[in-house]
């Protein structure tokens, strides 16, 4: 259950404490204070999606913590058990979201992702939106409450990983035949493709070294010729630079015993000697290696032009030959096993189809067998909302013609006749706004019965009804909170009679600032504000009379 929340910074929220109790728990306050806020602020720290236009001006982020009781939730402590989260009693859920967009959640102080706040909170809080009524009218809607209600999980999961095992293998498919429309002819371009290049043969980078290999082949005569020069310069001749670095060196040898200040001058002459007859051993060695190998360079340009003509024929670099047989092997290998994989597919195929359709054929007794257990439910409280002459049904009929779809072969349609005699008709040809209130009410009462969360909010699910079926109204969502916590945001005296505990949700202005804040009812309070909701902004003595009789005749 929900033992405490704080709001901080919400829409017309400044900060708000409040702690709740067992039992039902009515909000009410003038139109436009704020109850729905509260609930909106809850749908967060639950995982709702969040916007930053719910910050409060001109703040830069919104904080919302909710505290509930765990009392033995199996689930929730799976959960934070797999997460690594500590926990005791009860488990604190806090989301902060900023002005950025950006949005912080937290488990027991743990930082988490929302999504982690929503798998918790589907354990925890039923919320029922005062717009319930108008989604009702969706075949979808209407398909997902019934599956709610039936209690047959394990066999609507059965159904769904059927039919995406069977979509799966459906679209690889579709697809492996639309590759295979032009088999032959692209088996043998591939064949003949691979083959080619497989002669040739190329190596990665190849095309690199044969190009440098080929500049040096081709130019070796002129590269001889200019080293031969090189070498006389350096110390074939009577004026070779040797000859001139050993004369420089011996003057300036002889002058050293006059003035030291040569030695760096000679030691320079010394290390350059060094390395010009390093430089003509190696220019020696160089031109020795160096032959002219005629035969070779046209090995080399016949190997480079191969390679041009394979690489413009296949449109890649000549760099790329070696990579694109390799992709050119692997579609080949692929397509050689294609028809092996067609066949294995089609059998996968019909496997997963034939699993689909009995499991599909499963889920639909069961569904037709919860549709007439809860239609029989739904009438009969139908009858207690002022609908005496209503008949209500859920029809389940199987498309046989329709291809498999997610959810079953199943066409999930709400049908209703409100007076007697009245032929039975979809829900969106015969409710008016206020008796699609009570229907969509009647739902929502007997789906919840159904489940063991130990929070239910009803958010003005009673809106569109009113006199005497609004008592009986109330009376129905008291009766879910006898094992339960029942929140409900309402406008109506009857129903906010009837709660265990009374919350006024008060919205007031302050140097142009508008603020709501919720004030928890003493017993005089309460008669005060039920008097409000009966008579308006007048509050007469009959009115206060009247408050106090329904309040204490529900004791």
Same mark, same amino acid.
Request: charged share 25%; net charge negative; proline share 3%.
């Given at each position: ?31 436009? =204070? ?40 199996n ?29 912080r ?29 108008q ?16 209690g047959?999980? =394990? ?75 090189v ?92 990579? #694109? ?6 579609e080949?290998?692929?397509?050689e ?32 067998e919860?549709a ?125 009679s ?11 202005? #302050? ?39 329904m ?5």
């Open positions: 259950m929900l033992k405490y929340l704080h709001i901080k910074d919400f829409a017309v929220i400044e900060e708000l404490e409040v702690q709740f109790e067992n039992g039902m728990t009515v909000f009410t306050g003038e139109t436009g =204070a704020g109850k729905s806020i509260i609930v909106d602020a809850l749908g967060l720290v639950l995982g709702d999606r969040a916007d930053s236009s719910i910050i409060r001006q001109p703040c830069e982020s919104t904080e919302i913590t909710a505290i509930f009781a765990l009392d033995k939730n689930a929730i402590e799976a959960i934070l058990d797999d997460q690594g989260i500590n926990h005791d009693d009860e488990v604190i859920l806090r989301r902060v979201i900023n002005r950025d967009g950006r949005s959640a937290y488990v027991n102080g743990t930082p988490s992702p929302a999504q982690l706040l929503k798998e918790i909170g589907e354990y925890l809080v039923d919320i029922h939106g005062q717009h319930a009524h989604s009702l009218l969706k075949r979808e809607v209407q398909r997902s409450l019934l599956d709610d209600f039936g047959y999980g =394990a066999i609507l999961e059965k159904v769904r990983s059927n039919y995406q095992a069977w979509s799966g293998a459906k679209a690889e498919l579709a697809e492996l035949r639309g590759h295979t429309e032009d088999y032959d002819a692209r088996l043998a371009l591939l064949q003949y493709q691979v083959k080619e290049l497989q002669a040739l043969a190329p190596e990665p980078s190849e095309i690199v070294s044969l190009e440098e290999e080929h500049k040096r082949l081709a130019n070796a005569s002129r590269i001889l010729e200019s080293c031969q020069r070498m006389t310069l350096l110390s074939d001749e009577e004026a070779a630079i040797t000859n001139q670095l050993n004369y420089s060196l011996h003057e300036l040898q002889g002058l050293l015993r006059y003035d030291e200040g040569l030695s760096p001058i000679i030691e320079l002459l010394e290390n350059a000697a060094i390395q010009v007859n390093e430089a003509i051993r190696e220019g020696r060695h160089y031109m020795e290696s160096l032959d002219l190998e005629p035969e070779r360079l046209r090995q080399v340009e016949d190997r480079i032009s191969s390679l041009h003509d394979v690489a413009r024929k296949h449109k890649v670099r000549p760099e790329e030959l070696a990579t #694109h047989l390799e992709i050119l092997a692997g080949l290998e692929k397509l096993g294609s028809q092996q994989r067609l066949t294995e597919l089609e059998a996968i195929c019909a496997n997963a189809l034939q699993d689909y359709l009995q499991a599909a054929d499963e889920l639909h007794d069961r569904r037709c919860a007439e257990n809860i239609s029989r439910a739904i009438e009969e409280k139908l009858r207690q909302l002022g609908m005496p002459g209503g008949r209500f049904s859920i029809d389940v009929r199987k498309n046989e013609k329709d291809m498999p779809a997610r959810d079953g072969m199943d066409r999930i349609e709400y049908l209703v006749a409100i007076n007697p005699g009245q032929a039975m008709q979809p829900l969106s040809k015969v409710a008016s706004g206020g008796e699609l209130s009570r229907i969509s009410l009647a739902i929502q009462v007997v789906g919840s019965k159904d489940k063991v969360l130990p929070t239910l909010i009803f958010d003005e699910v009673d809106s569109g009804i009113g006199g005497g079926v609004a008592e009986i109204v109330g009376k129905l969502l008291h009766s879910l909170a006898g094992n339960r916590q029942v929140f409900c945001v309402t406008h109506l005296p009857q129903v906010a009837l709660g265990d505990h009374h919350l006024l949700v008060n919205k007031s202005t #302050h140097a142009e600032t508008t603020l709501t804040q919720v004030i928890t009812l003493t017993p005089e309070d309460r008669i005060e504000e039920v008097a409000r909701m009966l008579g308006g902004l007048k509050i007469t003595e009959q009115s206060r009379a009247h408050a106090r009789e309040i204490n005749s529900h004791k």
